[in-house]
């Protein structure tokens, strides 16, 4: 069965940085966009940023572009999200999600991994 597995978040101090990792196993990696969303407590999870199929093409939301790029490894089926320049509203919990289709729309998504929990905090 397919599994996203999250790794690299934790605590960070406000302007440092974080990368993110989304190891896939159970499908055929080369043929899913994979996106990465964020869970704030008390909000709706919404879109961070998309890569697709062999990662030539990105789409990011506007409050995460210019600090942070998504990036993929399909020989190792890993999925990147390097953050910089972090804020604390950047604190969520964020999910990688696979779809075969390049969307930004959280709902259209088939395949979740359990999260990784990030704390922007001095």
């Known amino acids: 069965h397919v599994q996203l597995v999250e790794s690299g978040g934790g605590l960070v101090q406000p302007g440092g940085s974080l990368r993110l990792s989304c190891a896939a196993s159970?499908?055929?990696?080369?043929?899913?966009?994979i996106g990465w969303f964020r869970q704030a407590p008390g909000k709706e999870r919404e879109f961070v940023a998309a890569i697709s199929w062999i990662g030539d093409s990105t789409n990011y939301a506007d409050s995460v572009k210019d600090r942070f790029t998504i990036s993929r490894d399909n020989a190792k089926v890993t999925v990147y999200l390097q953050m910089n320049s972090l804020k604390p509203e950047d604190t969520a919990v964020y999910y990688c999600?696979?779809?075969?289709?390049?969307?930004?729309?959280?709902?259209?998504?088939?395949?979740w991994g359990q999260g990784t929990q990030v704390t922007v905090s001095s």
């Open positions: 999600a696979a779809q075969r289709r390049f969307t930004v729309l959280t709902t259209d998504y088939a395949y």
């Open positions: 159970g499908l055929t990696f080369s043929r899913y966009v």
